[in-house]
């Protein structure tokens, strides 16, 4: 069974830097699409960045060039490193997972496994 677990969310000022955590378990011996999505109050669920099986990272345009996803294949952890923060970036934000070999895209559907999420505030 696959089971994800956010951490590193919390309040910062706009401008400033969080790194998000996602340890994932059950998901060893088969390859796997993981994602970050967010969604704040009163809007859809937006998909954020991903990292395929093979590596491939793809990035909502609204992040392009201040937030990096990386993965630690031996720890089985994903990350999400957020620069430049600003404000409307606060959202809840979850880890999600799919098991697949090939191509992943942000959409919800793509992703069978989601983590509680943890909480990103900017403050100005």
């Known amino acids: 069974q696959v089971e994800l677990v956010e951490s590193g969310g919390g309040s910062v000022q706009a401008g400033g830097s969080l790194i998000l955590s996602c340890a994932a378990s059950?998901?060893?011996?088969?390859?796997?699409?993981m994602g970050w999505f967010r969604q704040a109050p009163g809007k859809e669920l937006e998909g954020v960045a991903l990292i395929d099986s093979q590596g491939t990272r793809r990035y909502a345009d609204s992040v392009k060039g201040r937030f990096t996803i990386s993965k630690d294949n031996a720890n089985n952890t994903l990350y999400l490193q957020m620069n430049s923060l600003k404000l409307e970036d606060s959202a809840m934000y979850s880890c999600?997972?799919?098991?697949?070999?090939?191509?992943?895209?942000?959409?919800?559907?793509?992703?069978?496994?989601w983590g509680q999420g943890t909480q990103v505030t900017v403050s100005s």
């Open positions: 059950g998901t060893s011996g088969s390859r796997y699409c």
């Open positions: 999600a997972a799919e098991a697949t070999g090939g191509p992943c895209y942000l959409f919800r559907s793509d992703f069978g496994f």
